[in-house]
């Protein structure tokens, strides 16, 4: 279907100046209408051979524009504004005369309209930012320069039928990602609504029209639950002595539809609270007092009651959300507002306007703080990037808007990260992410980004995802993305080391893995274990699953080697051999085949033993845990002498990669002051990293500290410690390792 019946926003027949003028005096009735007809001849004088793509007459555009601003109830400046505003940029007439004709406040707010109308958000990535840094700045002198704008807005995406194809998406766009939030963001809901569902109608055709085609085939069952709801709180106020309210209920527009679904990924049929229903009541007091009839009429569902009376938002929209399981054990949605607030909410910062007292909307703009600090930041204009770095653009207020360095503004959820951020520009990306700096400044992977920043993602080619950054990330992607690794990764490191696990084993029979995978004698354990692929084997020996004694259990084992003697020679050698050789011998082995090394980075089945503590540098070994993976431990640790040498792996520092490790170094010194000021001067000398220090004194009335400090290497250690002799006063330096006190 390319018209569906119920398309919103028809087209209607052309409005003259009588139409425009009673629409004004309707909410205005002592409006200087002399100065609409000036502007309204003018503009039809200046505009009269030209022609809109779809054939009519151009004029009907700034008409329909006044329309809008009358609509919103804006002074008769502002609507003259709106019939002169393309005069200047298409036709003859120049702003000397425009200000010559309607005086210079007329002429000021046409430039304004202008210069924005000039700018295109669809330019290179970096004259995005500035773009937008440029609109703000007209917005912040006078708010009816953005006014007009969104008006100018609303009436060409009415009427984008008429152009081509690709023009529309890109208009459509760019409304999506400029002038809907822009609307929102000063609380025109009523506009930005219109602009969302007229975007999404050219940015996904597909999906516009065939929502369309779903509600309105639901239309006629929605009506009856609709009228069903509206009667029962209609009743119920009645009831209670509430006479003078006013209840509504209203399909959500399309584009909150789309929103919901592709958030929760739902089908059009799971989507329920279709109709918004709203109750308008005359004082604050009768809000709560209704919230709680009708929370005492139906069950409301936890956590999604909201007080934007008690806390309204940042664009001043004042209401009580709440949502209820109504009749059917439906979800609906009921907003409790006065009004006062309901004026608000519809018209944002217009309804606040008051034409009446003749206060003009510039000085309006002191109400909406954020406005405010930019017009501070206005007066001393500096160059864009400076701006971008410096100012925090809290423009949109449900979501973040982030800078990419480029000046691209990508949209997060609140709460988002840099891995978030990360992960959005590319995999690869996000997979490395060790950081990143936020207008120019380090911050950590947990820091909460902010609209306006400007993030730019630090990488390093050792970093991996691990499964800490799941509480980190906000977006979809990012966690799914982080999943997949881990997922991947876990796989990999088990099966690694459940072949060496597995070939451990079999020597002691004097098998050799290889050899029986070639024979297929693993067949009857993957089967006996209900497992697909000897990978699967592997890699549950690995994570500690499956013993691989039991695994071997299942091996149809070759005669002659589990012979008596054969079994017997195994013994002697097992047994005959102090455990310290053993540790060696099979260290000695497998350098040859150092498959697991220890970055620098924790690995997710690598972690360092805390009763030892090694740095890189350190000879260590691994010992294989029962599905913890790999502790590491130094060779000296007396905890190794103790554990099953046929679990412990040779390992092997991957000395390229630059890392950190905590160690704990004990000084004894002499009781002096600034003797720790020397000492730690010293370790931040070394450009090492104190993370604690810890100072006692023993009876002898020397001085015991403690530092935890964190270290690249042994080498790095050995340096600190030795220059740490060196700072007079100090007796004895000495690394900390438990048990070998
Ligand atoms: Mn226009």
Redesign the pocket.
Known sequence: MSTPPTLPFTQKKPRKLADLTACVKTYNPNADTQLIEKAYRFSEEVHKNQKRSSGESYFH??IE?AFIIAELELDTVSVATALL??TVEDTVATLEQIEKEFGLEIATLVDGVTKI?QISFQTSEEKQAENFRKMVFAMAKDLRVILVKLA?RT??MRTLQHLKPDKQARIAQETLDIYAPLANRLGLSAMKRELEDLSLRYTKPEIYYKLVAQVSKKLKERDQYTQDVLAMIEGALHEHGYNNATVTGRPKHFYSIHKKMEKRNLAYDQVYDLTGFRVVLETVEQCYGVLGLIHSLWTPVPGRFKDYIAIPKANFYQSLHTTVVGPGGEKIEIQIRTKEMHDTAERGIAAHWAYKEEKSLSQETSKFSWLNRLVEWNKDLQDPNEFLETVKLDLFSEDVYIFTPKGKVIEFPQGATPLDFAYTIHTDLGHHCIGAKVNGRMVPLKYKLKSGDTVEVLTSPNQTPNKDWLKLVKTSRAKSKIRQFIKVQEHENSKVLGEMILEKELKKEDLRFKTLLKEGLFEPAIEAFSLRSIEDLLSAIGYGKLSVRKVIGKIPLPAKENSPEAKEARETKETKRPLQKIVEEASKKSTTRQVVKVKGIEDLLVHFARCCSPVPGDSVIGFITRGRGISVHTRKCPKIFDSDPHRLIDIEWDMTTPSERAVKIRVICEDRPGLLADMSGVIKDQEANITRAQIGTTKDKKAVCLFSISIKNLNHLSKIISALEGVPGVLRVERVQKKQQ
Request: without cysteine; negative net charge; aromatic residues 0%.
């Open positions: 555009h700034p524009v505003h393309d109308s100018d009436h060409n």
